[in-house]
């Protein structure tokens, strides 16, 4: 079987195999089967001229123009809420309309909302204003935060027992590097980190 193939990938197995033309080749295994192939060419890598990149390049150069200045008209209509304006009046006057979401979590978000948004709205107090970019350079969208609620926290949880393992965890690593800290500078202690994180039981024992 012949093909243009300059190399294959093996990912079951993390391997990587690299060939040449008119390299005989052992054969591949996949899906419970064999690939056999042969290296007829190889186009070595070049910068591609203007004519097969064009469309892109226009392409990306509108998409940036749109976002700067989405960016900027985002920008203006924040300035503007600050001063007492109203998102209705914003969205009237840009041909936009005002929606509403409820219930956003971090970590199950309304499909509408995208990644950067939901950043933006947990770094934004109650009744502030602030803007996020979208899924895409393209897309702005300026918000409002009108309500928090903070759920309460049920200690018996499993999720609530990790917590509090990792922040008493921390909390201990903390205070002990602090004293650590304090040994080696102020008492020119040195410390045999091998043998301290053995008695510490974070490694095995040094059995040479």
């Not at 064009?54 to 150069?61: I, L, P, T």
């Not at 600050?82 to 998102?87: A, E, I, V």
């Not at 939901?118 to 300026?142: C, L, M, N, R």
Request: glycine letters at 6%; one cysteine or more.
């Amino acid at each position: 079987m012949a093909s243009d193939l300059h190399a294959a990938t093996c990912a079951a197995e993390a391997c990587w195999i690299a060939t040449d033309v008119g390299v005989d080749n052992d054969p591949l295994e996949a899906d419970g089967g064999y690939i056999w192939y042969d290296v007829t060419g190889i186009t070595p890598a070049r910068e591609r001229n203007l004519d097969e990149v064009k469309s892109q390049v226009e392409a990306q150069w509108r998409d940036d123009e749109v976002a700067t200045r989405l960016k900027a008209k985002a920008a203006d209509i924040l300035d503007k809420l600050k001063n007492g304006g109203t998102l209705e009046a914003m969205a009237s006057a840009n041909g936009v309309k005002v929606e509403t979401a409820a219930d956003i979590t971090r970590t199950r978000p309304p499909e509408t909302i995208s990644a950067r948004m939901i950043d933006a709205i947990f770094h934004t107090a109650v009744d502030a204003y602030a803007s996020a970019e979208g899924d895409k350079p393209t897309q702005w969208t300026v918000f409002r935060v009108t309500d928090v609620k903070t759920p309460s926290l049920d200690k018996n949880t499993p999720n609530a027992k990790q917590l509090d393992e990792m922040v008493s965890r921390q909390v201990s690593d903390d205070v002990f590097g602090q004293y650590m800290a304090w040994l080696e500078n102020d008492l020119g202690t040195s410390v045999n980190q091998s043998a301290l994180q053995q008695a510490l039981g974070n490694s095995a024992p040094d059995t040479n």
